[in-house]
């Protein structure tokens, strides 16, 4: 174990490093990747590492880049892409062939708005829009967590019981730019932590097919199968959590992180960056007197919903924070939340830091004031201008 | 009409940094269409992204900023549509080649009446000099800091084999020269491409040691020859600038248009 500075889209790219090293004496590491802004400085982090058994295809698009992984995981080799917004909306059919085809890459998308009209900020619109390919989705709050997800998203993807593609969220630039220590465990703890990758069905081993025609009820048990293989993550998360303490001497985060809530009457539910946010006004309003707590929302896919309902036993209010927009609908993660809290809650919307808007506490403050001001809950709020 | 109003220069001061050679290409741009006497209502301009995709917003055509490498599919829809407008396509080489080379050579082969500009630096610059498919062999990119191993296109080549039916090249240090194949390509009918090679200083020429702006200008002068020239013909190394193909071939609105006569068995 050792110390690092380093940004967290360079933390991804050394977790996806040290992941692809283990699988030496497996089929090695093999990824592609194309540049985008805010994500561009992971892929090229990986580009700097050559390593054995390793190849990087700068390929000529985004959508040939998540070819490449998919060959190369097809052949056995572990891989890795980073991307953001139009890239990874120019990579989707290429998701959703990943995901069909069961096969465990692991990718960083570094959240950025969709355009146009064009901006480089943080918005989760992005990786929302492939929330129901079958990957395993998860949001990050700080660079410590960005390494670990990303190293812990190779074993539990590759897990025999799950066995789909995992994407890691972290905010454009509020995260992917900023630079902190970390600690790094050596190749020696990551080679215990990863064993080599074994695909059951990968190719150059028996002849057999991939991707081919099925009617409806093939499908359907397909779909079916890969929806059961979503409800099994739990399990192997807990064991893989026992595990990495095990090895790295230290936690891996939940899939939802509360923060004081074990009282709490108003909880601020949000994901990413907004989440490290919320609980340092929870620490604010507390000394003030205020019963309150939050929740930060690491896992989306699967969706936690008996985590999350447990931890909302005690609040009366919610306010969901989405730095998203469902047109026509309002926060996607307060349409998730809605589905599990109790109809004695009332759960308030916000959406906040869209196309990038800074998310500060003291917006936070007034959010938590609004809440509690409300009777009922009404229409989702959009903040337009975070002053 | 001065070359000042064909500008939007409440964009100003543009993003391109010091030297860049994207300003010297639009400076040829527009002495083109000023010299033709084109009317700002008659142009539209569609680009991809990137440091070249700007350019979209700095004159003051009909513009459509559009994504990375589709240019060319936007301005055929536009160019269908209304054929009587003049579709004027910059990109750079990674968005017209890479992300956008099956549009560039599809564009090329329906030989549609659209001028496509390849503002070639070999960089990916926009996002801090990752190595295009121009880059060619052996050189150092932010992709690449054991040398590129990736053979480049020759953009000539790939647009004549395409079937472009008009087609060029130029480099920053020869403007005029720039503006002449510019002005050709426009009243050219069917699909024109232009290459002109452009500096990027900031990016390519510092990573591979070609000096500052004026220097890397100087290596267009001294590394490149006019087709037909004596110089080009001792060495054939040379990188050749000049007009490669202008033919006259059938133009993809035109022909659509017969169709449709055909079709309709001359009711129209
Ligand atoms: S990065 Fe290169 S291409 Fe882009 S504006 Fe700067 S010099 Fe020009």
Redesign the interface.
């Known amino acids: 174990m050792g110390l690092e500075l380093i940004s967290a889209n360079h933390a991804a790219g050394l977790a996806a490093t040290l992941a692809g090293r283990a699988n030496r004496i497996g089929r090695g590491f093999c990824c592609g990747?194309?540049?985008?802004?805010p994500a561009?400085d992971c892929?090229?982090f990986l580009?700097?590492q050559?390593i054995e058994k390793s190849k990087v295809v700068?390929a000529?698009?985004?959508h040939s880049a998540m070819a490449v992984c998919i060959g190369a995981s097809a052949a056995g080799a572990r891989s890795f892409t980073a991307t953001s917004a139009?890239?990874l909306a120019?990579m989707a059919e290429n998701c959703v062939t990943v995901a069909g085809l069961r096969l465990p890459v692991v990718m960083m998308v570094a959240n950025r708005t969709m355009g146009?009209p064009?901006n480089i900020w943080a918005d989760h619109g992005d990786s929302l829009m492939l929330r129901d390919l079958g990957w395993l989705q998860f949001y990050c709050a700080d660079n410590q967590e960005v390494f670990d997800t990303v190293l812990s998203a190779y074993r539990l993807a590759e897990d025999q019981r799950v066995m789909m593609p995992a994407m890691v969220c972290i905010d454009g630039f509020t995260l992917s730019h900023t630079i902190a220590q970390i600690e790094v465990p050596n190749q020696q703890e990551v080679d215990s932590f990863l064993p080599p990758l074994h695909i059951p069905h990968q190719l150059g081993s028996t002849p057999h097919a991939l991707g081919q025609i099925e009617v409806a009820h093939q499908v359907a048990s397909h779909r079916k199968q890969h929806h059961e293989a979503m409800t099994a993550v739990f399990e192997v998360y807990d064991q893989i959590q026992q595990e990495f303490r095990d090895i790295m001497q230290r936690d891996l985060a939940d899939p939802v992180v509360p923060y004081r809530i074990e009282d709490a009457e108003t909880v601020i539910i949000s994901m990413g960056t907004i989440g490290a946010t919320a609980e340092q006004v929870v620490d604010q309003l507390r000394e003030e007197g205020h019963k309150i707590g939050a929740l930060r929302i690491r896992m989306l896919r699967p969706f936690p919903a008996e985590l999350i309902h447990e931890s909302l036993r005690s609040a009366r209010r919610v306010a969901v924070i989405d730095r998203d927009i469902s047109l026509g609908f309002g926060g996607v993660l307060w349409g998730e939340i809605r589905t599990i809290a109790a109809r004695d809650k009332l759960v308030q919307n916000y959406m906040a830091g869209i196309g990038g808007g800074d998310v500060r506490p003291h917006h936070l403050v007034g959010i938590v004031k609004d809440v509690c001001s409300r009777e009922q809950a009404a229409e989702p709020v959009i903040m337009e201008d975070l002053q | 009409m001065a070359i000042k109003d064909y500008l939007r220069q409440r964009f100003f001061p543009h993003i391109w940094c010091p030297g860049c050679g994207h300003g010297i290409v639009l400076s040829s741009l527009l002495h083109a269409v000023e010299e033709l006497g084109l009317a700002k209502n008659d142009i539209v301009m569609t680009s991809g992204i990137g440091c070249s995709a700007r350019i979209s917003g700095y004159v003051d055509f009909h513009s459509l900023h559009t994504l990375h490498g589709r240019a060319l599919a936007f301005a055929t829809g536009v160019k269908l549509a209304k054929p009587a407008l003049n579709l004027l396509v910059p990109m750079g080489d990674g968005d017209a080649l890479a992300i956008g080379g099956n549009h560039f050579i599809h564009a090329a082969r329906r030989n549609i009446n659209i001028t496509a500009i390849v503002m070639n630096n070999r960089i990916y610059g926009m996002t801090g000099g990752q190595f295009s498919p121009l880059s060619g062999c052996g050189k150092r990119a932010t992709t690449a800091p054991f040398l590129t191993i990736d053979q480049e296109f020759d953009v000539v080549k790939l647009a004549k084999a395409a079937g472009a039916s008009f087609v060029a090249r130029s480099t920053t240090y020869h403007a005029k020269e720039s503006t002449l194949y510019l002005k050709k390509a426009i009243m050219h009918k069917g699909f024109s491409v232009v290459e002109i090679l452009s500096q990027c200083p900031t990016h390519y020429g510092r990573k591979n040691k070609e000096g500052d702006a004026p220097d890397m200008l100087e290596l267009y002068k001294d590394t490149t020859a006019k087709l037909g020239s004596k110089a080009l013909e001792k060495n054939p190394d040379l990188i050749p600038r000049g007009i490669f193909v202008e033919e006259e071939r059938g133009e993809y609105c035109e022909e659509y248009d017969k169709l449709v006569d055909k079709a309709m068995g001359g009711a129209r």
């Open positions: 990747v194309y540049p985008i802004t561009t892929m090229e580009c700097s050559e700068r000529e698009s985004e139009n890239g120019y146009p064009w």
